[in-house]
């Protein structure tokens, strides 16, 4: 049994491989100075309601964006699972090559999400993952973690539009029924999701645009990746457990032979 753990900015996605499927999978509020204890007690949770103990566990790999939180996780692992658990890092073997210009730079979840793509669509390919930043990550024709773009995620521009403007509230993140806002709240769902839209779309326009490729496949990850799927074209699969399979294949790949 197999353990993929990943550490966003807002959720940790947690997720058990048995049997060739993502048996179980969960998520929980990031709180950066959470004490590895307490992470211990809300997995140890999880594990109980689908009758799963540590004991059970042979592997575990990490992701994370949140330096103390890894630290806390790796911890966690090692006290309860008894196991030395995989950190991913710029310096992993992935099976891609971090191509880019100061490699250590790059984000654990755009490598895991790169080698992910790589191993389940082939290369080149573009990686969307719309979480607390939305970000766009390129892999070329040779496997080669290129870079992307990193753009503030739909919730935080609500959010920082919101607090910035006195007479603006929370809204519901949906299609309005028209571009034109004829009130205040389909307004703001029109310069909000669907100018979040045409981010997406140009974005990915330009980077096909400099890339030198003929298709590119668009795979997208992360909550909000259904939604935006219905309302535009560009987006060619939707992954949801995209990190949690990128994490899995580079365990697998660690392993010895």
């Given amino acids: 049994m197999f353990i993929a753990i990943d550490v966003g900015n807002t959720n940790v996605h947690l997720g058990v491989w048995e049997a060739g499927r993502w048996a179980h999978h969960w998520r929980a509020r990031t709180v950066a100075d959470k004490m590895p204890d307490e992470y211990a007690v809300l997995v140890r949770n999880f594990f109980e309601g689908v009758g799963i103990s540590w004991r059970m566990v042979t592997g575990v790999a990490i992701s994370s964006v949140v330096p103390p939180l890894t630290l806390a996780f790796v911890e966690l692992v090692r006290r309860y699972g008894k196991i030395e658990p995989l950190v991913v890092t710029a310096q992993t073997p992935t099976g891609i090559q971090i191509a880019i210009d100061q490699p250590e730079q ?15 669509y082939g290369s080149p390919a573009i990686v969307i993952d719309f979480g607390t930043a939305t970000t766009f990550d390129v892999v070329s024709g040779d496997g080669a973690y ?36 004829s009130n205040t709240i389909h307004a703001m769902q029109s310069g909000i999701f669907l100018g979040y839209v045409a981010l997406v779309e140009g974005l990915v326009g330009r980077i096909k645009g400099a890339m030198d490729a003929d298709a590119v496949p668009v795979i997208a990850t992360g909550g909000l990746a259904p939604l935006f799927d219905q309302h535009t074209d560009v987006i060619d699969h939707i992954a949801p457990a995209l990190t949690l399979d990128g994490l899995r294949i580079i365990y697998a790949l660690n392993q010895p032979k």
């Fill in 106 to 120: 790059a984000g654990a979840d755009r490598i895991v999400n790169s080698a992910a793509a790589v191993a389940l």
């Fill in 146 to 181: 290129r870079g992307g773009a990193i753009a503030p995620g739909l919730n935080l521009a609500h959010d920082a539009l919101v607090s910035r403007a006195a007479r603006l509230h929370k809204i519901d993140l949906q299609p309005p029924p028209s571009p034109i806002g």
